[in-house]
């Protein structure tokens, strides 16, 4: 009798356990009503199936290779629900990355997913680290054909080890997989984390844990790093800002728009500093006005 109340039991809760991560859909489709003000659970409330139509199923733009200029050297192309409303509770999406030259995706994990990726051109490096304590490291170098899964919530990361370009496509169990990159969550975070809980969790001194406090302003490039402070018994507080050369007045060269000057070494990098030398103009504000062309001229 025990027995059979037993497997009663489970028979009624296994179709909980095995759709507790993203339920199967109950009809032919749930295209995503995003203007609806309905209750979220697991997904977006249902369009009124007789306003669905073939671009809701829609998504153009894989085939387009992506700007890889940026710090990353990547691009990264991921058309989710919120780009293909038809893919509302079907719990699956797909993703395209572009590599310029050792460009990375750096570590990050999917909070809501499992992954498979293929490499469609180039060499990859891929891998991902398992939970603690092993913290095993599982890496492998892809060539173009290849596959590779990255498990369901743990970190991994991907690189063009190659000589040329490289481009990744990768399939996700969810249709809104979500994604935490390591470095911005402990460092980006806003908040900010507060520096004793990083220096005990990376066992390093505060001053180190100061360096990469980035603050994002809109640009991978921007932050902003906190070298010493007072709080960590220094007597000054000081900071260290970093921009890229495009940020308002700055220096261009042949090589940011020419590959053959680039390679060459016509870059800013090796400008002598002399040119960068001259007459200087000291511009006194009031904190309450603007800086306005007249304030130049009466400089």
Same mark, same amino acid.
């Given at each position: ?19 507790? @991560? ?85 570590? @990050?994990? /999917?909070?809501? +997913? ?41 970190? /991994? ?43 005990? +969790? ?43 050369? @495009?940020?308002?007045? @700055?220096?261009?060269?042949?090589? /940011? ?10 870059? +800013? ?31």
């Amino acid at each position: 009798m025990n027995l059979i109340l037993t497997l009663s039991f489970v028979a009624i809760i296994w179709p909980s356990l095995v759709l507790g @991560h993203e339920p199967s859909p109950l009809q032919d489709f749930c295209v995503a009503d995003f203007n609806s003000i309905g209750v979220r659970v697991n997904g977006f409330p249902c369009l009124n199936p007789k306003q669905v139509t073939v671009d809701h199923f829609l998504f153009k733009g894989l085939n387009i290779v992506g700007n890889t200029s940026n710090y990353l050297g990547v691009s990264v192309n991921r058309p989710t629900v919120n780009e293909i409303p038809g893919l509302n509770t079907l719990g699956m999406s797909t993703v395209r990355v572009d590599y310029a030259v050792s460009g990375v995706v750096p570590p @990050h994990r /999917h909070p809501r +997913a499992s992954e498979i990726l293929v490499v469609l051109e180039g060499t990859v490096l891929v891998g991902f680290v398992t939970s603690s304590p092993e913290n095993k490291l599982i890496s492998k170098v892809l060539e173009k054909g290849d596959v590779f899964v990255f498990p369901f919530g743990l970190f /991994h990361f991907q690189q063009n080890v190659g000589s040329g370009n490289a481009i990744t496509m990768a399939f996700l169990n969810s249709q809104n997989p979500g994604v935490v990159i390591a470095a911005n969550a402990m460092f980006g975070s806003s908040p900010r984390i507060d520096a004793d809980v990083l220096d005990r +969790a990376l066992e390093v001194d505060s001053s180190v844990i100061e360096k990469p406090y980035l603050i994002y302003k809109g640009s991978n490039f921007n932050f902003l790093m906190l070298l010493r402070s007072m709080k960590n018994d220094f007597d000054f507080n000081f900071s260290e800002l970093n921009f890229p050369l @495009h940020a308002d007045t @700055h220096v261009d060269a042949p090589g /940011h728009f020419y590959e053959n000057y680039f390679e060459q070494g016509f870059d +800013a990098d090796t400008l002598d500093l002399i040119v960068l030398n001259g007459p200087e103009l000291l511009v006194d504000v009031l904190r309450d006005e603007n800086i306005t062309g007249m304030c130049a001229w009466n400089g």
